[in-house]
């Protein structure tokens, strides 16, 4: 039988919307996550990834392309960055950023994280404060290990709902973040998970009282050793 999505969550198109609409004012809504630390794991996350010069590094959901400076110092003007996001309108933004920045080795394309054909030569996959809004994240995760090459890291960084908090301080935390999509449906998504399962050698962090996690691993194979 064909696959149902659960009616609970927005569906491709609809997220797409939702953050077209963001766009203009996404950044200044995001900035109080750089001001109480919640960007620091995403930091560590982006060092963790290994990058050298001439490696092809993919962002998936770029969103407005927080990433795209530190990832593409971090593989020079031989590597590549490849900026994937499913709204039109964050891909704009990521544009302006690219410009300004004058990053001459990033690509930006239009997609859905669930339908990304990765390129070939693709040394890492980060993705940050995305996968949250993508229920069936463990598709994502599998389908990236059957594209990648054993070693290959793949890194997530996003919200998470804090073990041990009362009930009314979760509901208000989400009613917080509730511009960017998050309701209460989306407590259960937990992207961590697939990490864990699909790949070897996996460092899994939190922050911010445990609002915040980072996990990455590197896609198994018949070897998967560390670069030299």
């Not at 963790?48 to 593409?72: H, Q």
């Not at 594209?147 to 009930?167: D, K, M």
């Amino acid at each position: 039988m064909p696959h149902r999505p659960d009616s609970r969550f927005r569906t491709g198109p609809q997220v797409a919307g939702l953050y077209d609409r963001l766009a203009p004012l996404y950044d200044r809504l995001a900035a109080p996550y750089d001001w109480i630390g919640g960007r620091r794991l995403q930091r560590d996350l982006i060092d963790a990834l290994d990058l050298r010069a001439g490696d092809t590094v993919v962002d998936l959901g770029t969103g407005s392309g927080w990433n795209l400076v530190s990832l593409a110092r971090a593989v020079g003007p031989t590597g590549r960055v490849v900026g994937y996001d499913i709204s039109a309108g964050m891909l704009e933004r990521a544009h302006e950023r690219v410009r300004e920045e004058g990053l001459a080795n990033v690509e930006l394309r239009r997609s859905d994280s669930r339908e990304v054909d990765v390129p070939s030569d693709t040394a890492a996959v980060i993705s940050a404060f995305s996968m949250e809004m993508v229920p069936d994240h463990d598709d994502v995760i599998a389908r990236l290990v059957d594209q990648l090459h054993p070693g290959t890291r793949i890194g997530l960084v996003g919200l998470r709902e804090p073990s041990g908090w009362p009930e009314w301080l979760i509901r208000l935390v989400t009613s917080i973040n509730a511009p960017f999509g998050v309701g209460p449906e989306y407590r259960e998504v937990q992207p961590w998970t697939s990490i864990q399962g699909h790949l070897v050698g996996v460092d899994y962090r939190e922050a911010m009282a445990g609002t915040v996690y980072s996990a990455i691993g590197r896609v198994p194979g018949p070897t998967t050793p560390d670069r030299p």
